[in-house]
Structures are given as structure tokens and as C-alpha cells.
């Protein structure tokens, strides 16, 4: 018989606590699993926080009267399969000369790239204060919309669209610009 923190509910809350407390209990054990699998510890952490997404997405279907760690290990043995298969069509294509070829390509494209960062640089400095704020914010210094939200009053919503505005103004900007510009 299963105990009683292990028993089904219906509630949502008490699910997601049984689930910690089982993942919570396991984890370690699931990442020596996993890291068993891969070449790297932070591959295998990956790996890990992966599983745990998939854990808890099929969490409905986990027998309490059974082991947590072996159910979870199978999760994380697909995981690493993955993880893997993706790793050899990537290695595939980079043996193919893919790396070759991009490293070609970005060399041929490196001048247009400054001409457009410089066009850029020039249409941030031609935007309000608070327009250019709120995108070097989220760009740059890679703040939230939730917490730009918080702090400018706005909701997510309305921050998400102020930044698509300010975008869309500068990709026209960079792009007259580019017009302007003799070839």
C-alpha cells in the first residue's frame, strides 16, 4: 500500500508537492543516471532539468505502487538518447564542412553587419529616453517584460507591445537608412 504522501489527489497543489517531494528525493540519483550517458556534467544537467519537465508533464501517469527513481530514469534515458541523437546530425553537418562554410559566410557578411549595427547604434540614439531605456533593458541587460512591467506600471501585455512598436521603428530606421546609404 502506498503512503500517504505518495497517494493521488485531486488537487492540484498536492500533486505538484508529491511530485517535488518524489523528484526532490531522486534527483541525485537521476543525475549520476544521466551523467553516466554524456561526456559532460552541464550536458548531464541539462539532461536532468529536461527530464524533470517531462516528469511532470506526465506525472498523471505514474503508478504510486511503483519505484519513482526507475520510472524516472526511463524518462531520462530518452532524454540522453536525444540529446545524443541531436549531438550526431549536428557533428554530421560539421563534418560535412558546415562550420567551414558558416565561418565563410559570416567572413563575407561581416561589413554589411557593422554598416547595420552602426545604423542601429544611430537609431537608438534617435529614440526617447524612456523608449530607449525600456529596449536596452530587456536587450541588453536582459530584464524581464514582468519586471519592466512592474516597474513602469504597464501590464506584460502592454510592455510586450511597446517593445514590438520600438522595434518595429528601429528595423524601419536601420532600413531607411540603408536606403540612403549609396551602395
Not at 561581416?110 to 523608449?131: I, M, N, T, V, Y
Request: aromatic fraction near 10%; glycine fraction near 2%; proline fraction near 5%.
Amino acid at each position: 500500500m502506498p503512503a500517504d504522501s505518495d497517494r493521488p489527489s485531486n488537487d492540484p497543489s498536492a500533486a505538484q508537492q508529491r511530485f517535488l517531494s518524489l523528484f526532490l528525493r531522486s534527483e541525485r540519483e537521476i543525475f549520476r543516471y544521466v551523467a553516466a550517458l554524456v561526456p559532460h556534467v552541464a550536458d548531464a544537467e541539462d539532461i536532468v532539468q529536461q527530464t524533470a519537465v517531462a516528469l511532470w508533464e506526465k506525472f498523471d501517469a505514474y503508478d504510486p505502487a511503483r519505484p519513482f527513481t526507475p520510472w524516472a530514469c526511463r524518462f531520462a534515458l530518452n532524454k540522453a538518447r536525444q540529446w545524443v541523437e541531436r549531438r550526431q546530425r549536428w557533428q554530421a553537418l560539421l563534418d560535412q564542412g558546415l562550420a567551414e562554410e558558416l565561418a565563410l559566410r559570416r567572413q563575407e557578411l561581416q561589413p554589411e553587419f557593422e554598416r547595420r549595427f552602426r545604423r542601429l547604434d544611430d537609431c537608438l540614439g534617435k529614440l526617447p529616453s524612456a523608449q530607449r531605456s525600456l529596449i536596452e533593458a530587456y536587450y541588453y541587460e536582459r530584464i524581464g517584460a514582468e519586471s519592466l512591467a512592474e516597474r513602469s506600471g504597464r501590464t506584460v501585455a502592454a510592455t510586450y507591445k511597446m517593445i514590438e512598436r520600438i522595434r518595429h521603428a528601429l528595423r524601419h530606421c536601420v532600413e531607411g537608412q540603408s536606403e540612403a546609404e549609396p551602395a
